[in-house]
């Protein structure tokens, strides 16, 4: 979950489709990876953490068969990997003789930025002229794609390709808002009513996860709704300095402990992680889950016994951005054929897919989204692009900051520490950081 362009609007991701450039290498490149019989017997390793059911996971499942039809006598060996277990261990895994042919990696200032910075990426900036993709990405989605020397998002080379975008909203339980009374809300003030009016039946509302990135993003969601575009870039982008202790990350912290304290937020919630959350709410136990878009293929697959929907955060901003990256790592052994994967998962039949599998694509055919939940989470993307709202992702600034963020809101959770005294903790590593890039 790890994005510039911002005063413009990023431009819709259900857009009419832009043709790709060129689909392979050049006349007189000897290393393309066109297909045919020069790529017989060659292996192209990839890793990504997408489940299966996910909307990323279908479509780039039917990539891979498509890429082995293209490419006769290639095989691709796809190995899953833990989202958590290619964060933490990137920076080793790719700087050995283990490192795939390609993978999808975190976009951000702390993850694709420091790696590239660490030249642990390949440049991509070549290919994406050739092949077209600096065209069929808008100048606001390439935001995560491109990073300077300093590892900053924003500008500088390509380290990496999005095809999709994301952003965190609101799954809700509609059989139990029906059956506490509860309307969908509309306003801030109307969503903290219906967490109040749940409570008070005795149910936690929000099911989040205070082990993994779901609580961190609601701490991150509470700032943002006493924050502006020059905070946020501020922030996320070091465009001015951040008092953590000012009105935003004040009230966000303030907020969250309440939150704990009236019952919104499960206490038990700090050792939850991501699938405890998505399983709990799945299984009918939560009325409320705020994470991102890539569970909503998922949601389809999966919720059974009860009707659900979505809805976006109430306030200006929300974290999102382009999606996840395709980097080529620099010891990759195959780039030719990881370009020419990266391609196939660009065209517009496996865009399609993905908007209809309840993703967020950046080159699909609009009329080609046929479902009724899909066109609304889409339509959803492009209201919060237009109006400016997308707001990238707390842990971005800072290497290993996502780990910070961990433990200060776990402590919000359990009570172990004062509001006051997480925002310092958090603050520290923030710092520290932007001293070494001001270096």
Not at 48 to 54: A, I, P, V
Not at 123 to 149: H, I, M, V
């Amino acid at each position: 979950m790890f994005r510039v362009g911002r005063s413009a609007a990023v431009a819709a991701l259900a857009a009419a489709a832009l043709a790709l450039g060129a689909c392979g290498g050049s006349s007189d490149d000897s290393n393309s990876g066109s297909g045919g019989g020069s790529a017989e017997g060659r292996t192209l390793t990839l890793w990504h953490y997408e489940t299966g059911n996910s909307a990323m996971g279908t479509a780039w499942a039917q990539a891979i068969k498509d890429f082995e039809a293209s490419h006769p006598g290639v095989k691709v060996k796809f190995e899953e990997k833990g989202f958590e277990q290619i964060q933490k261990t990137a920076s080793m895994v790719l700087n050995s003789d283990e490192a795939p042919d390609i993978m999808e990696y975190n976009k951000g200032n702390a993850t694709a930025g420091q790696l590239s910075k660490q030249g642990l990426l390949t440049d991509l900036s070549e290919e994406a002229t050739k092949r077209g993709w600096d065209k069929l990405l808008s100048p606001s989605l390439q935001t995560t794609a491109r990073y300077d020397e300093r590892g900053i998002m924003g500008s500088g080379k390509w380290f990496g390709v999005p095809n999709y975008g994301e952003y965190v909203m609101v799954y809700y339980n509609k059989d139990m808002f029906e059956k506490a009374g509860v309307k969908v809300p509309t306003s801030f003030d109307e969503f903290t009513a219906a967490l109040d009016a749940f409570a008070k039946k005795g149910t936690t509302p929000i099911a989040t996860a205070g082990a993994e990135y779901p609580a961190q993003q609601l701490f991150y969601l509470l700032a943002l709704n006493k924050a502006n575009r020059a905070w946020i870039d501020s922030f996320e982008l070091y465009k001015g300095k951040v008092d953590f202790h000012g009105p935003e990350f004040t009230y966000a912290a303030q907020t969250f402990s309440d939150w704990v304290k009236k019952g919104y937020i499960g206490k038990d919630s700090a050792g939850m992680k991501a699938e405890d959350m998505g399983v709990a709410f799945i299984g009918g136990k939560y009325p409320i889950m705020v994470s991102g878009s890539w569970w909503f293929g998922r949601m389809q697959e999966e919720i059974k016994d009860f009707k659900w929907g979505s809805f976006l955060w109430p306030g200006q901003f929300a974290p999102g951005s382009s999606g996840n990256l395709w980097v080529v790592p620099e010891k990759s052994e195959n780039k030719d054929l990881a370009y020419d994967f990266i391609d196939i998962t660009m065209k517009k039949e496996i865009q399609n897919l993905l908007g209809n599998s309840g993703g967020v694509p950046v080159a699909a055919d609009p009329t080609a989204i046929t479902d009724a939940q899909n066109k609304e989470l889409i339509e959803n993307f492009n209201k919060l692009s237009t109006q400016d709202g997308l707001a990238f992702y707390p842990d971005w600034p800072a290497p290993g900051y996502y780990d910070v963020l961990v433990a200060g809101v776990q402590e919000l959770i359990n009570g172990s520490k004062k509001p006051e005294e997480v925002l310092d903790e958090i603050a520290q590593p923030y710092n520290d950081n932007l001293a070494d890039i001001a270096e």
